[in-house]
């Protein structure tokens, strides 16, 4: 089935016509596509948390802390661990932003130490440039 283009898409997302059954199916439909974020933006509207559970998940298992954030709901039971592992996951993956960003959300300060020492040695104590030649500020 092809999936609606932007403007129709967001009718549907906001809609007070569109029903949970609805919301959910269409979250189904864009995960299937590989569409993971707006999945997670239709089940949020469904209220699926079946659904947002295996895409924290997936998050999780492959340290991606935007996913990851998008996927908590107000008054979620404790996600400490799973983020404690998603952060150790995008460290072993080399994926420092996202690891930074989890232990900066934990209050990690061992975490965040650990992430900018291996950050130093892989770029040496020079802050990197930016293509224009222009050096970027400490938050990486």
Known sequence: MKLPDFLEKKEKLFSPKTTREEARTWGDRYREAQRIHDAVAFY???GYKEGLAVLRQEAVESGDFQL???TLQ???ED???ELRSLARTAEEKG???DAKRAYAFLGDELGLKRVKAALEGILGKEP??????QAQGEDL
């Not at 990197?128 to 030649?133: A, I, V, Y």
């Open 68 to 70: 990851f954030q998008e």
């Open 44 to 46: 949020l509207r469904a």
């Open 95 to 97: 994926r420092w932003n």
């Open 128 to 133: 990197p440039k930016e293509p224009g030649g």
């Open 74 to 76: 107000p008054q979620q």
């Open 79 to 81: 996600w400490t661990q």
